[in-house]
């Protein structure tokens, strides 16, 4: 694929910290992908997951519905979240990054940043929405932003909708993969790590299909419980950056250093919350099947070598963790109402439909998962661009002199 539509690096002028934005396509002038904030983001980490925003939105692509994808983009922030400055620095990022989120680039929650943070950021910026960007493509632009505030106020036992959208599809994911190998649901063992709006939603999901959770981390570090962990304590009890307040543990629960969750002795392995969790040397600890890449990028390309090598499969990310971004979509654009039930329903059957395509290409190739998702999002992306230009405006192309 080409390089990035537009990549900039922006310098705080309070605090030296820097900020990135990376456009890697449009689609109709539009670009989605979500703004993350974590010490060390770098622009090259922000390009790649650009890059996985083009493909999670052709992957998703259906001509029977109302929602067309967009093109594929994301902010970075290289600070720590939990900093007394963040949200200054945040206010000011949004500031600067004004003009693009008014004209191409829809954005929203990602790790460090919770969607309530953003919008009041955004607010304090003069912005009118985060994804205001997209709102010249509504056929009804009123109704649709009263749908999609209406699904943001659905609760389900304490937790948003939009904070469960895509941990739902994470969990489809995992039961897609366990049925067509023949496992059982009951009793597979799952370790994840983070337990923050990705994480923790996709312990929920799974848990309730049977389940068990026997290690979560989180940046304290690892809880475990061979006989399985209560999912819904430790969700009642994380604060709003995804940690969980201890003195929720019960007996049988132990706590164990970071990186324990890997060795975990575990059917399945969800790594949900930062890139590059596992590399070459930790990849050897692993004993899980399978790994479902709920966070972005949390498997080096080498690491994945390695694993394949010795039978593990690697559900990738543009797939995996694709519901929340489509979520927002086939609601705006009306594909799916205001209402959890029927958002569930939707993601589960085309988080199903996806994930089986992806492992039947993967087969049919001899390829990874990876490499088969990423050959569909390719057949996909000139079939888009043709039929709904990149501007919008360019479907009927001149011919170049
Ligand atoms: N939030 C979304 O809508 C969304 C959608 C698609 C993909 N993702 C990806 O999922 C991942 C998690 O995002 P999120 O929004 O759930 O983040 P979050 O900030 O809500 O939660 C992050 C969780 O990870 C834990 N964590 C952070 N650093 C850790 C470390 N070094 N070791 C162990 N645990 C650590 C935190 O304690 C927290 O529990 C990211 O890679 C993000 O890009 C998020």
């Known amino acids: 694929m080409s390089a990035p539509l537009m990549s900039l690096t922006w310098t705080d002028h309070v605090t030296g910290r820097q900020g990135f934005l990376v456009v890697d396509r449009l689609v109709r002038g539009v670009a989605s992908g979500g ?22 939105e052709a992957l998703h692509y259906d001509p029977g519905l109302r929602y067309v994808p967009l093109g594929g983009a994301k902010g970075g922030i290289d600070c720590d979240p939990r900093e007394p400055g963040a949200y200054g620095l945040l206010v000011r990022y949004l500031r600067a990054m004004r003009p693009y989120v008014e004209s191409c680039w829809t954005t929203g929650e990602d790790l460090g940043l919770t969607q309530d943070l953003v919008d009041r950021a955004a607010a304090e910026a003069g912005l009118v929405s985060s994804i205001q960007a997209v709102y010249p493509l509504l056929d009804d632009e009123a109704a649709a932003r009263r749908r999609l505030a209406d699904a943001f106020a659905v609760e389900v036992d304490g937790i948003g909708l939009d904070e469960l959208a895509g941990g739902c599809g994470v969990a489809e994911s995992v039961l897609t993969a366990l049925d067509r190998a023949g496992a059982p649901h009951a009793g597979t063992r799952v370790a994840v790590q983070g337990l923050g709006t990705m994480g923790g939603a996709t312990a929920r999901f799974l848990a309730r299909a049977g389940l068990v959770v026997v290690a979560v981390a989180d940046i304290k570090g690892t809880i475990v419980n061979p006989a399985g962990l209560d999912v819904e304590a430790l969700l009642a009890a994380r604060d709003s950056h995804g940690t969980v307040d201890r003195a929720v543990l019960r007996r049988g629960d132990r706590e164990l250093p970071g990186e324990a969750w890997l060795s975990a002795d575990a059917e399945v392995l969800v790594p949900a919350a930062v890139s590059y969790a596992i590399d070459t040397a930790n990849q050897q600890r692993i004993t899980a099947r399978w790994i479902v890449e709920a966070a972005n990028m949390p498997v080096l390309p080498a690491a994945e070598g390695l694993l394949a090598a010795r039978g593990v499969t690697v559900l990738p990310d543009v797939v995996v963790n694709s519901a929340t971004n489509a979520w927002w979509w086939w609601t705006l654009f009306g594909d799916v109402g205001a209402d959890a039930q029927e958002a569930f329903a939707h993601i589960r059957r085309s988080m199903r439909a996806l994930v089986g395509q992806v492992l039947t290409r993967a087969e049919a190739d001899g390829t990874s998962p990876r490499a088969a998702a990423h050959a569909l999002a390719a057949d996909r992306l000139p079939v888009i661009a043709e039929r709904f230009g990149w501007y919008g405006d360019d479907t009927r192309r001149a011919p170049v002199a």
């Open 35 to 56: 703004l993350r904030m974590r010490p060390g983001c770098t622009l090259e980490e922000v390009a790649g997951l650009a890059r996985g925003m083009t493909m999670k």
